[in-house]
């Protein structure tokens, strides 16, 4: 989530609880299907009723998946190839679409290897009929390498330059064992041709550490992030020991001028040699970041916690996601059910990649142009305007859980709790897209799915977070409604949520997907 500049308000909870929905079993294989890599495909085929599904189920996948991928490059590749296993088929951007899509079909499109739109037409789509849409983010507040990262030894110790991307090395990063992970830009020697490859280092590399309070000098918030936040990395007292331990690289790797040669030399040696790069001059450049290297895990008496980082949004974005996969699909659905995940929502969305790029909007006019004319139907500007009347988008982003500490930042009747449902996320000054529409749709949705939706709101003296449900909405003209999985200690670089919450979420959104059709029929046009 967003957080908005001070004139903007905020949310903050507390919501009056129904008793939980009643969870009934899913078939005793789906355990067993989700703990292998190609789960998410073997669990799609099931099909089970959204009520029928059970949230513990999705609590180990879930962790896995925050430990395995902790960048939004590996975010968007584990989603990517996991569209593929389920039978997805990718649309290359530069490509003509026309003669590749077909009511029944699934596909996907990805925008600068960060954000990523997956979508499954109905058997018996028409153009003009509507979407069932989710969208949400990958990103999450990290610590990017600059470019030129590498700085003067300081009294012994090899440092790294970093960046803050939105509101990271704040003070809950200092004494963190935090690792190193991204994307690398390659040319291949031979070929001459440039390509990208996924780094991530297993262990610990570097820490950003305290000052001890002996010194008086506060530690909590009050600290400069350029000077006294400043990654170690490594250790080299050659100064003083006479040897000479950085001679190995009196030579610039990748010769002077290089990208390389403005980076620390024993991290170009350990990026080249996960990526089997021999020759340092072919790699021209890098995203990688710092992320916590500790593995998302259970937690509680009862193992009723998860504590993980990167929660805010790797959390709705992936129930919204499995949710797609295990849509079901049958010979009357009429409509697109689609997932939608972008990139630098925390930073404003602004860039191409970012949900107020264009990305999402052309996808569907290109799908549905691509559709009009495999069915012989005439395609222009009345048929958007018909598909997006016809539509609607669930924007789905984490929100903030009732806190057990700070109770006056709870508003009564509006503060979801864990492991208990979504919540349903409203804002008097439309920084939500929620209304009594959309609200009253959503929880028939929950009925059907046997859900429990919870309500989220701001206190008047609060601060509010901002997504991209306004953004979207109000580009395309959709009906909308903002969802989120709630959880503590949002923009932490270690967050809290419930263990059952990912599943809980993949079960709201399934039923989304699966009933909103039906539900859309109820209503008098």
């Given at each position: 989530m967003t957080r908005h500049t001070p004139e903007y308000l905020t949310r903050a909870s507390m919501m009056s609880l129904r008793s939980l929905a009643a969870q009934q079993a899913m078939l005793e294989q789906a355990m067993t299907a989700l703990q292998t890599p190609s789960t998410p495909a073997a669990q799609a085929e099931k099909k089970a009723n959204a009520k029928d599904l059970d949230p513990?189920?999705?609590?180990?996948?879930?962790?896995?998946?925050?430990?395995?991928?902790?960048t939004v490059f590996h975010a968007t590749a584990y989603f990517k190839e996991t569209l593929q296993k389920a039978g997805y088929s990718e649309l290359p951007s530069r490509e003509n679409w026309a003669g590749k899509l077909k009511p029944g079909g699934k596909y996907f499109a990805t925008r600068n290897g960060s954000s990523i739109i997956a979508f499954a037409v109905g058997k018996a789509y028409k153009p003009g009929n509507g979407l069932a849409m989710i969208a949400g983010h990958i990103d999450a507040l990290t610590a990017r390498l600059k470019p030129t990262s590498t700085k003067p030894n300081t009294h012994g110790y090899i440092q790294l330059g970093v960046a803050q991307y939105a509101g990271a090395l704040n003070q809950t990063w200092w004494d963190r064992d935090l690792s190193i992970g991204g994307r690398v830009i390659i040319r291949d020697p031979e070929t001459g041709k440039t390509t990208v490859k996924l780094a991530k280092l297993d262990w610990p590399i570097a820490r950003i550490p305290t000052l001890a309070p002996h010194f008086g000098i506060g530690m909590m918030g009050n600290n400069n992030r350029?000077?006294?936040?400043?990654?170690?990395?490594?250790?080299?007292?050659?100064?003083?020991?006479?040897?000479?331990?950085?001679?190995?690289?009196?030579?610039?790797?990748?010769?002077?001028?290089?990208?390389?040669?403005?980076?620390?030399?024993?991290?170009?040696?350990?990026?080249?040699?996960?990526?089997?790069?021999?020759?340092?001059?072919?790699?021209?450049?890098?995203?990688?970041?710092?992320f916590d290297s500790q593995p998302a895990a259970v937690g509680g008496l009862d193992k009723e916690f998860i504590f993980a980082g990167r929660i805010d949004d790797k959390l709705c974005s992936w129930a919204a996601f499995m949710a797609l996969l295990h849509a079901k699909s049958d010979e009357n659905d009429g409509v697109i059910k689609l997932v939608a995940l972008f990139?630098?929502?925390?930073?404003?969305?602004?860039?191409?990649?970012?949900?107020?790029?264009?990305?999402?909007?052309?996808?569907?006019?290109?799908?549905?142009?691509?559709?009009?004319?495999?069915?012989?139907?005439?395609?222009?500007?009345?048929?958007?305007?018909?598909?997006?009347?016809?539509?609607?988008?669930?924007?789905?982003?984490?929100?903030?859980?009732?806190?057990?500490?700070?109770?006056?930042?709870?508003?009564?009747?509006?503060?979801?709790?864990?492991?208990?449902?979504?919540?349903?996320?409203?804002?008097?000054?439309?920084?939500?897209?929620t209304d009594s529409v959309s609200m009253a749709i959503l929880d028939r949705i929950a009925e059907i799915a046997g859900c429990v939706n919870q309500r989220h709101m701001i206190r008047n003296?609060?601060?509010?977070?901002?997504?991209?449900?306004?953004?979207?909405?109000?580009?395309?003209?959709?009906?909308?409604?903002?969802?989120?999985?709630?959880?503590?200690?949002?923009?932490?670089?270690?967050?809290?949520?419930?263990s059952l919450d990912p599943g809980l979420g993949v079960k709201f959104y399934k039923g989304f997907l699966d009933h909103w059709e039906e539900v859309d029929r109820e209503w008098v046009a």
């Open positions: 513990k189920d999705f609590t180990q996948p879930y962790l896995e998946f925050m430990t395995g991928q902790p350029e000077t006294e936040a400043v990654p170690i990395i490594g250790l080299d007292n050659s100064d003083i020991s006479g040897a000479s331990a950085a001679a190995e690289d009196a030579e610039p790797l990748g010769g002077a001028g290089s990208f390389t040669s403005t980076q620390p030399p024993k991290l170009v040696k350990l990026i080249a040699s996960q990526l089997g790069v021999k020759d340092y001059s072919t790699i021209l450049n890098w995203e990688l970041e710092l990139d630098d929502e925390e930073i404003g969305s602004l860039l191409r990649q970012g949900a107020r790029g264009n990305f999402l909007p052309i996808t569907i006019e290109r799908a549905v142009e691509a559709l009009s004319a495999d069915s012989g139907a005439t395609f222009g500007p009345g048929v958007m305007g018909q598909t997006f009347a016809n539509s609607f988008l669930v924007s789905s982003d984490v929100t903030h859980a009732a806190h057990p500490n700070f109770g006056s930042t709870n508003l009564p009747g509006h503060s979801p709790r864990l492991n208990v449902g979504v919540a349903l996320c409203v804002d008097a000054s439309a920084h939500m897209t003296d609060s601060r509010s977070g901002g997504t991209v449900g306004p953004m979207l909405s109000s580009a395309m003209g959709v009906k909308a409604a903002d969802v989120g999985i709630p959880q503590l200690s949002m923009h932490s670089i270690r967050a809290t949520t419930g």
